[in-house]
């Protein structure tokens, strides 16, 4: 059975906000494969991450990650728009045998 799950998070602490965006599916074996934006706003400084993780019973394992720092809203948004692309690209996670690569 394959299904989609669209997941959004919010986290806001004394000087941190974070939020993440999220599309989840399940693959032929079982686990399930999330490919996420997060965006991480601190003081002076914001963080935008892509990820693919695969999960492993309950555990989750990164098996892709990309980080960089924005100085601005604008760079923010230009980061955002190339960390999501390249996250999209890696649909190869979806199919089992691409598990080792």
Do not use: K, N
């Not at 003081?43 to 695969?54: I, K, L, S």
């Not at 924005?70 to 230009?78: K, L, N, Q, V």
């Not at 728009?81 to 690209?89: F, G, S, T």
């Amino acid at each position: 059975m394959s299904y989609l799950v669209l997941r959004m998070h919010r986290h806001v602490d004394e000087g941190t906000v974070y939020v993440v965006l999220g599309v989840e599916a399940r693959r032929a074996d079982g686990s399930e494969v999330l490919w996420s934006v997060s965006l991480t706003t601190r003081p002076a400084r914001m963080t935008v991450t892509g990820a693919v993780e695969v999960s492993r019973g309950d555990d989750w394992i990164e098996v892709f990650e990309l980080a960089d720092d924005a100085a601005d809203p604008e760079e923010a948004a230009e980061v955002i728009h190339a960390h999501a692309a390249e996250v999209c690209r890696q649909v190869r996670w979806i199919r089992v045998e691409d598990e080792g690569s």
